[in-house]
């Protein structure tokens, strides 16, 4: 049973930076690529961040320069180190993984509101 883990959300003013961290219950090499995303109320689902097996990274225009995704195979964790965060980066966060068979896993998200 595949497991993801997200931690690190919460309230932070503008300005701030948080890092999430989503934890699996395998090791990590078992997924094709993993990535985070997130959704604000009232808005779809939307990808911020992808990392492939051989480290390639991709980012939503909207987070360049500001946000880093990284994976630590010995911890079987990717993070999502979030700088110069904006009310707009307020919503839930979800980690996703797709194993080398197509099958994707979701995280049960965790709450970021930048906000003063």
């Known amino acids: 049973q595949v497991q993801l883990v997200e931690s690190g959300g919460g309230l932070v003013q503008p300005g701030g930076s948080l890092r999430l961290s989503c934890a699996t219950s395998?090791?990590?090499?078992?997924?094709?690529?993993m990535g985070w995303y997130r959704q604000a109320p009232g808005k779809q689902r939307e990808l911020v961040a992808g990392?492939?097996?051989?480290?390639?990274?991709n980012y939503a225009d909207s987070v360049k320069g500001r946000f880093t995704i990284s994976r630590d195979s010995t911890k079987n964790t990717v993070y999502l180190q979030m700088n110069s965060l904006k009310p707009e980066d307020t919503a839930v966060y979800y980690c996703?993984?797709?194993?080398?068979?197509?099958?994707?896993?979701w995280g049960q998200g965790t709450q970021v509101t930048v906000s003063s």
């Open positions: 996703n993984a797709v194993a080398t068979g197509g099958s994707s896993f």
């Open positions: 395998v090791v990590i090499f078992r997924f094709n690529a």
């Open positions: 990392i492939s097996g051989n480290d390639n990274t």
